[in-house]
C-alpha cells in the first residue's frame, strides 16, 4: 500500500448533531456543552463512528474503497468541534488520524488480496 498524508474533514458542531440525527444518538454529550462539560468532557464530542466514517472518506478519496477489505479504528481523545483531523496511513496499514498535533484515533487498514 501507498502511504497517505493528507487533511481529511473539519468536524463541525453541525456535523455531530446531523450525525446524531442519522444515527438516532441523542446522548447530550453529542449537543448539549453545559452537559458535556459537566461529564468531564472538553465540549461536546462527536460520536466514534463519525470519526471512523470521516477516515473512511479520506480512504475512499485515495481510491482505496473497492479495495479495503477491513477497517479496525481505536479512539484515544475525544473529537471536538473544530478537530481538523489529518490521516496518517503507513505502507503496513497503520492509521494514524491527529488534530492540532494531537493523535485522536489509531488503527488500520487492510486491503484485498494484500
Do not use: W
Not at 497503520?94 to 487498514?109: C, N, P, Q
Amino acid at each position: 500500500m501507498n502511504p497517505i498524508d493528507r487533511d481529511l474533514a473539519t468536524v463541525t458542531r453541525r456535523m455531530i448533531v446531523q450525525y446524531s440525527g442519522v444515527v438516532q444518538d441523542f446522548n447530550p454529550v453529542h449537543y448539549d456543552e453545559e452537559f458535556a462539560r459537566k461529564s468531564g468532557l472538553p465540549s461536546v464530542i462527536a460520536q466514534g463512528s463519525l470519526a471512523a466514517t470521516v477516515v473512511l472518506d479520506g480512504l475512499v478519496a485515495q481510491g482505496l474503497g473497492d479495495e479495503i477489505s477491513r477497517l479496525s479504528i481505536r479512539l484515544k481523545a475525544p473529537v471536538v468541534p473544530g478537530s481538523a483531523l489529518h490521516l496518517a496511513c503507513d505502507a503496513q496499514g497503520g492509521l494514524s488520524i491527529t488534530a492540532a498535533g494531537r493523535e485522536l484515533l489509531t488503527g488500520s487498514v487492510a486491503l484485498k488480496d494484500a
